[in-house]
């Protein structure tokens, strides 16, 4: 089975920096787009960044903008998310999936992506 497994997670104070990745092991998804969400204690999960097979074009959610850079290694099969300037919203539970297509179809939306990691907990204190 796929296995997506993210780290990189922890305690952070506002204006800190941490660095996700996302490292995908028993397949190999370099065609594939992939991308970053979060979800917050009582919230829907979010869309947050996400970049198409050959890193030709990312996409960003407002709230992380000019913060957040997505990349990838297709040769480690790993997928990166730095995080700068981290405010106290953006705690929660980081996932990282891969998409259906190469390219970037509707990445804001859950259902175009097919495998999930289970996340890894960011906590920004105030």
């Known amino acids: 089975q796929v296995q997506l497994v993210e780290s990189g997670g922890g305690l952070v104070q506002a204006g800190g920096s941490l660095k996700l990745s996302c490292a995908a092991s028993r397949g190999t998804f370099s065609d594939n787009a992939m991308g970053w969400f979060r979800q917050a204690p009582g919230k829907e999960r979010e869309f947050v960044a996400a970049?198409?097979?050959?890193?030709?074009?990312?996409a960003y959610a407002d709230s992380v903008k000019g913060r957040f850079t997505i990349s990838r290694d297709n040769a480690k099969n790993t997928l990166y998310l730095q995080m700068n300037s981290l405010k106290p919203e953006d705690t929660g539970v980081y996932y990282c999936a891969v998409h259906r297509s190469s390219l970037l179809v509707r990445p804001t939306e859950t259902d175009t992506y097919y495998y999930w990691g289970r996340g890894t907990q960011v906590t920004v204190s105030s």
């Open positions: 970049i198409s097979g050959r890193s030709f074009r990312s």
